[in-house]
């Protein structure tokens, strides 16, 4: 694939190719959010419709890119199109590789801004100015650091995207935001700085900036070079580790997300799969230089670090009460997850992690926009504490209820809105807690069933495995808490208020939820084919450097 | 020389960190300014040091590299120095908000207790 | 696909289309949805009734579809007697209970959700136990628990009902979570989840070391589902549920889903120690404590649903004696239970329905109000104390033949006999107070409702099953003979044992134990009847009080209390933490690989290679000491010296100029040297708003040692950290330029090609429009987001009361208008500085030009776009600062967002130019021109680009000062609304 489409590139006449944009679909994701967020810095806040349009447009065009970049790449044999900017081929110039994991995340990150961006421009977009075209740059940071090939690229596209999610984490400003927006930047612009550290030691040590030009030249290294090399590796690892959400590095999650408003972080639950993505790829790509012992130097970090984080993310869980908050612990398990994954190395759990990574995603972001909804309802008080311990009948206390029981038997029908919300509301739940009928059961079974299998020591793999199932019930207790509270109040009926343009997006990520479990054959087999591919970087490597030689 | 420069780099990095680690905002955006240089400088020193030999080609036929610097780093550092320039006035607008909206300069919003 | 496959699947699929079809009815619409749930729920037990040849004989019928071969899982229905038996049940008693569904719910009620998640519920529990699959049985499992939380909570507006729902879920959610890594644990040793693998692997699985960790966690699942001791609790709370779910949820179906999963694991898991001690221990103790607990309670619901935990506990303890006999005793109670369980709970619910109340105290002597109800509930309850005749009493005989039988060669084969002929008589008395109390004795008084007998169809499926308990009782072994046979054959196979279901056996021990409990129980009752009545003292005597409720909630809340301890000390919400923590990691990690280098012995190695070029002058070590100490200083006096601080600052950046312009990096000197003018303004006129630092006010010693401690803790991090970046500089720096000067290095290519292959001699420059234009496109791009981001933001900015109302000097000068008699207020405001202001507007069209220069000479020579920029953008701040806002405004209008925009565009669309030449994104072009002054300049395509940097940074910086410039002149209060969006 890639070594036709450098072929196409020699060129031939205008004509042909002023209407032939297929062999330039790479770099699509990133010039198309550009150049309409460029352009909408032209219109004025008054001219909001149009920029709602714009955008949803351009998103949807987004996610029909992704969807034929995926469909090429999964079709295709070396599984990969490498797309070489200015017409530079690596290692010199900047080289953009669609593979399928690649497409796999451009795919999950434009349907995730599509509803999102939805949501958000039936009523949070107005709230302060310059929303759309900020959005669309932080679609376009994603995008490239899923795209680029090159390590000092990938630095600049982080920043694009954490620029754009400055911005929109204040967006709306307030005490609240700029509180957690001053924490978020600092502990962000700190990572920053660690990541240039980390590529100027990698730099020094190999002179090449391409990712894979980089493994292939420590292969080559000797005495201290190669120290310094993993000095590098090491202190980059931690910036990705930091943007990961991995403990003890993820502090400012659970600050700045529920801080957000809620399209907005809805947009941020992407952002954490960002370092997790690069830590797969990078350790994926060190797996190819087994005589570097990189993967030996990194995986146990990202193990320990991983299980940690989903310990840590279940315990959030559990401890708060507010869904937004769960929901950004939730993110965190979601990582620590997949991190952990990474570090076992097995090629099992990792398409398993994938598997429950799409799912967790979209419910995910699902979530935060619907606690918006949920806050519409009137909250109900908690039981009353006050009860004895200490009761007259073992284990059972139908004295006190008999007689407030009668009268009560009969039902309450749900009015239509809150009844979607519910199930809304119960459809997040079961992706995130891992219960039938939804995909986080699969996923859940894929990773321990890949750990307990695997070839990491018995110890670990006991914890992990318990690590992800009590993830799991810790995130149900906390949503059925929250769900028994907002949804089955005593008396009145309750009823949300939701906009369609509100329902659309949520129905939307949900109904995916749901297609994700009904279709799971192919994409777990699509999945397992991803990790397969990336646990044999060779042919990467090779077309990645030859393309275009 | 690199030992003059390594000591260089590493105490404006420690006294950029020093400052990091402070509690008000004023003192963190140097703190942080103070890394950009010395991140910079570490950058521009990876691709080793060279004197008086600027990547510019006074002769287009028959160059010779290694009669210049290594211009990587330099187109590096220049992208890292605009962004850090970005990044430097973002902090500072935003911990103004902060002290506007918060009413304290403590990197928290809210003066400990 | 054969007709049985097809059978099979609509088996299990026809009551999750019922449950779909029944969302669709209208809320009140009760007969509809009832006859569809019945139409559903009869298809599926005539399927199952017609399967029954294939499985007789205790063959297995199988139909698998794959799946996911990749984790050897399929979709695949296997049925075979036991499942059969148990497929029957759900059918056949689950047909009974929509029936009396129909009539036991309130017109009002919401009805047609009931029985759709009734059915759904059935769907479920088919699929556990006719899945061929064990990942796939714990799907239906986990589905039975969802839908039952649903079914309790049905009506959710009783706290009873909320709470039951939650705690039946949580705990069975445990359960099931814990069975579902038992079963991969499982499947793992076997390699493969397929039931009849796993059934086959037996030995293998015996002797695995991870089998009892297995075995443990299949347990705690079937344990929980099936409330047994420890995690009985659940049961009596799910009793908040409409009766027609606990007759067949919480009695008949559900918590058998457990005791399933125990029959159907028994042949491979039965032969261990673990099993025995641990099944029939928790069966036994759970047997003993249901029937006693179940004495004591006065809610009808209350004592049937003690009664089904002690029988289930009985069943369990059967299973855990694991001889094949005491498993057909095991499976044969399931079936008895199930039949006079049920339709006691029927018979509960009329009498509520028809009486208002459920209190055994209130009622009493119901017999003459409904005797036919009457007579049902005291067939089933002598089942269910084990009277002869009925079928409770067969299994029960059996039950008590089978601890007989046990001979462990310990105490407990005395022991065993004892209790549970004790636990027997127990289940006499709690039988034969719920008759006495309820039917006989005087007429009852102050009940809620009149009562009578019900309508006939809501007496029906009562009347049916108790037909079933009379019928098995006189005949068992023509009745369900065959049934009985075939499921125990299919799980024992050859090992099952002769057995013979007769009534009468001759006077044999467990029938001598049998009458003992009966007449023992008799006497109890009574003896103690007073007292059960009267007592107002609730509950059993000298047994614990507590309230699980009560200790199950609070466990909850404990469990979320000790989650906020731990996030208490192993997270954190402050900024300095989180910082000192990334210093830290980074710093480890930096030298973690050198550490790794000495321990693997090659001793404390810092790669110093051959490189390290002579010091050329003294110059240079002054440079760094200048910037060095600046920093310090900087350090030193940024908390109470702001401005010194800042000057210090701008030192340190002057020193990294010079050290560029030493190290041979022009380009970087220019640049650094711009973008350090720019942040100073910044950074001056954010100096501004910042409050007047105070030193902080009286502390306590300890304080005073707090702070002190933590400074010196920092002080020491932050040199370790310079320490650890030094090192790492250095040797980074000192790498073998063996390795940095390969024959392809970037370095000797980006020169050799900078001219030939992009028509540029400033390498630098052309790197960044050319080989890495990417990169600067990202670049811009950021500035672009954070100019708007500032924007946006400062339009929300209120500056701080206190510091309204201009600054000392400008309040002085205004004071000395007001004095001066020939003055204004403001003049001398307007001529402070008078000629550097004249100066400066001049410099205007000076920095113009220079801009224009470095722009145009920026492919060949240090310059460029971003220069440029900047430079065009301090023009603009010069004005500003000599006029003042409103006077530049007034002259030119800016629109700084729109040069954003029209930069980022310009760039992009440069680099999409290349594809109307079929060419990759941002490939440039070039051509040799002579030009004026300029001599000869390559215009090349990617100064169009570079223009485009250079508008997008004029109007980013521009936008960023002008923003906070406005701060100043903008009224305290005013809203945000006044401002346009462009300022």
Redesign the interface.
């Known amino acids: 694939m890639g070594v036709d489409l450098a072929t196409q590139q020699l060129g031939g006449p205008i004509a042909s190719q002023l209407v032939d944009l297929s062999p330039h679909l790479p770099v699509l994701p990133v010039v198309l959010p550009l150049v309409v967020a460029a352009l909408m810095l032209f219109l004025d806040e008054r001219r909001g419709i149009l920029k709602a349009g714009l955008g949803a447009a351009t998103l949807s065009a987004l996610v029909l890119v992704s969807f034929v970049l995926l469909n090429t790449v999964s079709g295709d044999a070396d599984g990969v199109i490498v797309y070489r900017l200015a017409d530079w081929a690596a290692p010199f110039g900047i080289v953009l590789v669609v593979d399928r994991l690649a497409a796999l995340m451009l795919m999950i990150t434009s349907i995730l801004a599509l509803a999102s961006f939805v949501f958000a421009v039936s009523g949070w977009a107005i709230v302060s100015p310059r929303f759309h075209s900020l959005f669309l740059l932080l679609v376009l940071g994603l995008n490239g650091a899923f795209l680029t090939g090159d390590m000092?690229n990938l630095?600049?596209f982080f920043?694009v995207l954490l620029?754009a999610s400055?911005g929109l984490l204040?967006h709306g400003?307030?005490?609240q935001r700029?509180?957690a927006?001053?924490?978020y930047?600092?502990v962000n612009?700190?990572s920053?700085?660690l990541f240039?550290?980390g590529?100027?030691?990698l730099?020094?040590s190999t002179g090449t900036?391409n990712m894979v030009d980089m493994m292939r030249v420590a292969a080559e290294l000797q005495g201290g070079d190669v120290t310094v090399f993993r000095a590098g590796l090491a202190i980059l690892s931690v910036a990705f580790l930091t943007k990961a959400g991995v403990w003890p590095l993820s502090f400012w999650l659970p600050v700045a997300y529920p801080a957000a408003t809620p399209p907005v972080s809805a947009m941020f639950v992407i952002m954490t799969k960002v370092g997790a993505y690069i830590l797969l790829r990078v350790t994926a790509l060190a797996s190819g230089v087994p005589e570097t012992g990189l993967v030996e130097f990194l995986s146990p970090w990202l193990l320990y670090g991983g299980i940690a984080t989903v310990i840590f993310g279940s315990m959030g869980v559990l401890a708060s009460n507010q869904l937004q908050r769960i929901a950004a612990y939730a993110t965190l398990i979601t990582a620590g997850t997949l991190v952990a994954a990474v570090g076992t190395g097995d090629a099992r759990a990792i398409s398993g992690a994938l598997y429950y990574l799409i799912g967790s995603t979209l419910a995910t972001g699902a979530a935060f926009l619907i606690s918006e909804l949920i806050a519409r309802l009137r909250t109900v008080e908690s039981p009353a504490a006050s009860e004895p311990v200490v009761e007259p009948v073992f284990g059972d206390d139908y004295e006190t209820s008999l007689e407030d029981f009668e009268g009560y038997e009969v039902g309450i029908a749900i009015p239509a809105g809150t009844a979607m919300l519910g199930g809304a509301f119960v459809t997040g739940a079961l992706v995130l807690a891992g219960l039938p009928p939804l995909s986080g059961f699969l996923a859940k079974f894929a990773i321990v069933r890949g750990v307990l299998a695997g070839t990491v020591s018995e110890v670990a793999a006991w914890v992990l495995a318990g690590a992800v199932i009590f993830s799991g019930l810790a995130t149900l207790i906390a949503l059925m808490r929250k769900g028994v509270e907002a949804f089955w109040r005593p008396g009145e009926e309750t009823t949300a208020e939701v906009r369609s343009l509100e329902a659309l997006p949520v129905g939307l990520l949900l109904a995916l939820c749901v297609a994700l479990a009904i279709f799971a054959a192919p994409v777990i087999t699509y999945l397992d084919a991803t990790s397969a591919y990336l646990a044999n970087p060779v042919e990467y490597a090779r077309n990645v450097l030859e393309t275009g030689r | 020389?690199?030992?003059?420069?390594?000591?260089?780099?590493?105490?404006?990095?420690?006294?950029?960190?020093?400052?990091?680690?402070?509690?008000?905002?004023?003192?963190?955006?140097?703190?942080?300014?103070?890394?950009?240089?010395?991140?910079?400088?570490?950058?521009?020193?990876?691709?080793?040091?060279?004197?008086?030999?600027?990547?510019?080609?006074?002769s287009?036929a028959g160059?010779d590299?290694?009669r210049?610097?290594?211009?990587?780093?330099?187109?590096?550092?220049?992208?890292?120095?605009?962004?850090s320039?970005?990044?430097?006035?973002?902090?500072?607008?935003?911990?103004?908000?902060?002290?506007?909206?918060?009413?304290?300069?403590h990197?928290?919003?809210?003066e400990p207790d | 696909m054969s007709i049985d496959s097809v059978l099979l699947i609509a088996l299990t699929v026809l009551p999750f289309v019922g449950s779909a079809l029944s969302s669709t009815l209208h809320t009140r619409a009760r007969t509809a949805a009832a006859i569809l749930a019945g139409v559903f729920t009869v298809g599926s037990l005539a399927a199952t009734i017609a399967l029954y040849p294939r499985v007789a004989d205790g063959s297995v019928f199988k139909f698998a579809l794959p799946w996911l071969p990749s984790m050897g899982l399929d979709i695949s229905l296997r049925l075979d007697g036991v499942s059969w038996l148990f497929a029957l049940l759900i059918t056949g008693i689950g047909a009974l209970v929509v029936l009396y569904a129909r009539y036991y719910m309130s017109p009002q009620d919401p009805v047609p959700r009931f029985f759709g998640l009734l059915q759904a519920f059935m769907g479920s529990m088919l699929l556990l136990v006719v899945s061929g699959n064990l990942i796939q049985a714990v799907f239906g499992w986990e589905l039975t628990s969802l839908f039952s939380f649903l079914l309790i909570g049905y009506w959710y507006h009783n706290a009873n009902a909320r709470d039951g729902a939650r705690m039946a879920l949580v705990v069975t959610s445990l359960g099931g979570f814990c069975l579902l890594l038992g079963v991969i644990i499982l499947g793992g040793i076997v390699g493969s989840f397929d039931i009849d693998v796993v059934l086959a692997a037996g030995p293998r699985i015996l002797a695995s070391d991870r089998f009892v960790p297995a075995l443990v966690l299949i347990l705690i699942g079937a344990f929980s589902k099936s409330a047994q001791f420890p995690f009985h609790f659940w049961l009596p709370h799910a009793m908040a549920a409409p009766t027609p779910v606990s007759a067949y949820l919480h009695s008949a179906t559900m918590v058998k889903a457990g005791i399933y999963l125990l029959i159907r694991l028994w042949p491979v898991l039965s032969q261990s120690d673990v099993w025995y001690y641990g099944v029939s221990t928790a069966g036994l103790i759970t047997f003993l404590l249901g029937a006693f607990v179940a004495i004591f309670q006065n809610d009808l619901k209350g004592i049937l649903a003690y009664s089904t935990i002690s029988h289930l506990g009985l069943i369990t303890l059967l299973l855990g004696l694991a001889t094949p006999a005491a498993l057909v005793a095991g499976v044969f109670h399931v079936l008895n239970h199930a039949t006079f369980k049920a339709s006691l709970f029927m018979a509960a619910g009329i009498i509520d329905h028809e009486t208002g109340t459920r209190d055994v105290r209130k009622l009493s002597g119901l017999f003459r109000a409904m005797p036919y109800t009457g007579t049902l509930a005291i067939i089933a309850t002598a089942a269910m104390a084990g009277v002869p005749l009925v079928n409770g009493f067969l299994s029960k005989e059996m039950f008590l033949s089978e601890t007989l039988a046990v001979h462990s060669g310990t105490f407990t084969d005395l022991l065993l006999p004892a209790l549970a002929t004790l636990g027997s008589a127990f289940a006499v008395v709690y039988s034969v107070r719920f008759i006495h109390q309820v039917f006989f004795g005087p007429k009852p008084t102050d009940l809620p409702k009149e009562p009578h007998e019900p309508v006939v169809w809501m007496r029906l499926p009562a009347e049916l099953l108790v037909l079933v308990v009379l019928v098995v009782g006189i005949l068992p072994g023509r009745s369900i003979g065959w049934l009985l046979e075939s499921a125990v054959r299919s799980v024992l196979g050859p090992l099952t044992p002769h057995y013979s279901l007769a009534v009468w056996h001759g006077l044999t021990p467990a029938l001598m134990l049998s009458l003992l409990a009966l007449a023992g129980g008799t006497t109890a009752y009574v003896v103690f009847r007073r007292y059960l009545s009267d007592s107002p003292e609730q509950g059993p005597p000298w047994m614990g009080r507590i309230r699980a409720r009560r200790v199950f909630e609070l466990a909850v809340d404990g469990l979320s209390a000790s989650a906020r301890g731990v996030l208490r000390v192993f997270g954190t919400?402050?900024?300095?933490p989180q910082?000192?923590v990334l210093?830290l990691v980074a710093l480890g990690a930096g030298l973690w690989p050198f550490v790794l280098e000495a321990v693997r012995g090659a001793g404390w190695h810092l790669p110093i290679g051959p490189?390290?070029?002579?010091?050329?002058g003294p110059a240079?070590?002054v440079i760094?000491?200048m910037?060095?100490v600046c920093?310090?200083f900087?350090?030193y006096l940024?908390?109470f010296h702001?401005f010194a601080?800042?000057i210090t600052?701008a030192g340190?950046?002057l020193a990294?100029c010079l050290?560029?312009v030493?190290?041979?990096?022009?380009?970087?000197a220019l640049?650094?040297l711009v973008?350090e003018i720019?942040?100073t303004v910044?950074?001056l006129l954010?100096l501004r708003?910042?409050?007047r630092?105070e030193p902080a006010e009286e502390r306590t010693l300890s304080q005073v040692l707090k702070a002190r401690a933590r400074r010196v803790r920092?002080?020491i991090?932050?040199?370790a950290?310079?320490?650890?970046?030094?090192?790492?500089?250095?040797a980074?720096?000192?790498?073998d330029?063996a390795n940095?000067?390969r024959a392809d290095s970037?370095?000797?290519f980006?020169?050799?090609n900078?001219?030939a292959g992009a028509g540029g001699?400033?390498?630098?420059n052309v790197?960044?429009v050319d080989?890495?234009a990417f990169?600067?496109m990202g670049?811009?791009t950021?500035?672009g987001?954070?100019?708007v981001?500032?924007f946006a933001?400062?339009r929300?900015?209120?500056?701080?009361r206190e510091l309204l109302g201009g600054t000392k000097q400008q309040l002085a000068q205004a004071k000395f208008d007001e004095v001066a008699a020939d003055r204004e207020v403001g003049d001398t405001a307007a001529e402070f500085l008078y000629v550097a202001r004249t100066a400066m507007h001049v410099m205007f069209p000076v920095l113009a030009v220079f801009a224009a220069y470095l722009f145009m000479r920026g492919h060949?020579?240090?310059g460029g776009g971003?220069a440029a920029g900047v430079t065009v953008a301090i023009a603009f701040i010069l004005q500003y600062m000599a006029g003042g806002a409103r006077w530049v405004e007034e002259r030119l209008r800016v629109l700084p967002v729109r040069w954003i925009g029209g930069g980022l565009l310009i760039a992009a669309l440069t680099g999409a130019g290349a594809w109307l030449f079929g060419r990759p994104f941002l490939k440039s072009y070039y051509e040799h021109v002579e030009l004026p002054l300029l001599g000869d300049v390559a215009l090349a395509s990617a100064m169009l680009f570079d223009l485009g940097v250079l508008l997008l940074v004029v109007g980013?910086t521009v936008l960023?000062l002008i923003?906070?410039a406005h701060q100043s002149i903008r009224a305290p209060r005013s809203s945000p609304e006044r401002k346009a969006d462009e300022p």
């Open positions: 000092f630095y600049v920043e620029a400055y204040l400003s307030g005490r700029v509180r927006g001053l924490q930047i600092a612009l700190g920053s700085m240039l550290f590529v100027g030691l730099y020094a900036l | 020389m690199e030992l003059v420069t390594a000591i260089g780099i590493g105490v404006i990095a420690g006294a950029g960190v020093w400052l990091i680690l402070r509690p008000r905002t004023f003192q963190v955006i140097l703190g942080l300014s103070l890394l950009t240089y010395a991140v910079n400088a570490f950058l521009l020193s990876m691709g080793g040091l060279k004197l008086g030999a600027p990547p510019i080609l006074e287009v160059v590299p290694s210049h610097a290594d211009p990587v780093p330099q187109s590096l550092v220049l992208t890292s120095i605009v962004i320039f970005s990044m430097t006035a973002l902090y500072l607008v935003v911990l103004l908000a902060a002290r506007g909206l918060t009413g304290t300069d990197v928290d919003g809210e | 919400a402050k900024l300095q910082m000192l210093t490189v390290s070029s002579p010091l050329e240079y070590v760094w000491i910037g060095a920093a310090l900087a350090g940024a908390k702001r601080a800042l600052l340190t950046g990294m050290a560029f030493w190290l041979s990096a022009p380009d970087l640049t650094q973008v720019v942040t910044l950074l954010g708003w910042l409050p630092p920092d002080l991090v932050a040199a950290a310079g320490a650890g970046v030094a090192i790492l500089a250095y980074g720096m000192t790498i330029p940095r000067l970037l370095r000797s980006f020169v050799e900078a001219y001699r400033n390498v630098v790197l960044l080989f890495r990169d600067t670049e811009i950021v500035l987001i954070v100019a981001t500032v933001l400062l929300r900015f209120r500056p701080p060949d020579e240090p971003f980013a960023m923003a906070l």
